[in-house]
């Protein structure tokens, strides 16, 4: 069978981690431009091409429920989100529609992509390849995978993501030019924050 056209493209945003290297605090309700972290991550999801928008939670997440209020998602709890970033994926797989042909997996941490980030990956799309961003010749995240790739990403243990497959190079991987260092800015500490709130 082929893709239909336009394919359906859905975004993964994994929002389920324990935020060890932020201390006490989970970062992704840490405050940036007067809302949480973890809204900027989503509404960049929300305004792109991408649907549904599939939020996983883990740790904390009534909290960040109640960061997104009423926006329109499809949020799966990974219970086991101890065991690391793999099972949150799994989780996050395990919540999309049947036709769904591909999936951004984008982290909640990451607050500058925009939707036109994930736009352009979205058009990039071929059903046998990996669509990763790229600048300044590095790659970045988030990376879009095609359902083909969905029983390997399943397969995935620990706290490692999809990068794990595009690193061993048996799936092409599309590279998409993306004029932007957002795709390698994540957020660590309540540090990183400041930055970017102009403290």
């Known amino acids: ?6 394919p359906q493209i859905a975004a993964i945003v994994l929002a389920g981690g324990l935020s060890r290297r932020a201390g006490s605090m989970n970062k992704l309700l840490l405050p940036l431009a007067n809302a ?4 900027h991550a989503v509404e960049a999801a929300l305004g792109s091409l991408a ?14 429920r109640e960061a997104l209020g009423n926006r329109d998602l499809i ?3 990974n219970a086991d989100y101890l065991e690391g970033q793999a099972s949150s994926i799994r989780c996050g797989l395990s ?12 982290l909640g941490d990451m607050p500058q992509i925009l939707s036109q980030h994930l736009d352009a990956l979205v058009h990039s799309f071929k059903p046998n390849a990996i669509s990763v961003p790229i600048c ?11 359902a083909s790739l969905f029983p390997e990403l399943n397969n995935l243990t620990g706290d490692i993501g999809g990068r ?10 599309i590279e998409v030019e993306v004029d932007s ?3 390698f800015y994540d957020i660590d500490h309540a540090d990183d924050l400041d930055v970017l709130n102009g403290q």
Do not use: K
């Not at 069978?1 to 336009?6: C, R, S, Y």
């Not at 949480?36 to 809204?39: E, T």
């Not at 649907?51 to 960040?64: E, F, K, S, W």
């Open 181 to 183: 260092p957002a795709i």
């Open 36 to 39: 949480a972290l973890i809204v």
């Open 95 to 106: 919540a999309l529609p049947q036709s769904i042909d591909g999936a951004l997996i984008c």
């Open 164 to 173: 794990e497959l595009i690193a061993t190079g048996s799936t092409p991987v």
């Open 136 to 146: 300044a010749g590095r790659r970045g995240n988030p990376a879009l995978f095609p």
């Open 1 to 6: 069978m082929g893709v239909t056209h336009p």
């Open 51 to 64: 649907t549904p928008v599939i939020v996983v939670t883990g740790y904390d997440a009534t909290r960040l």
């Open 75 to 77: 949020y799966t709890h």
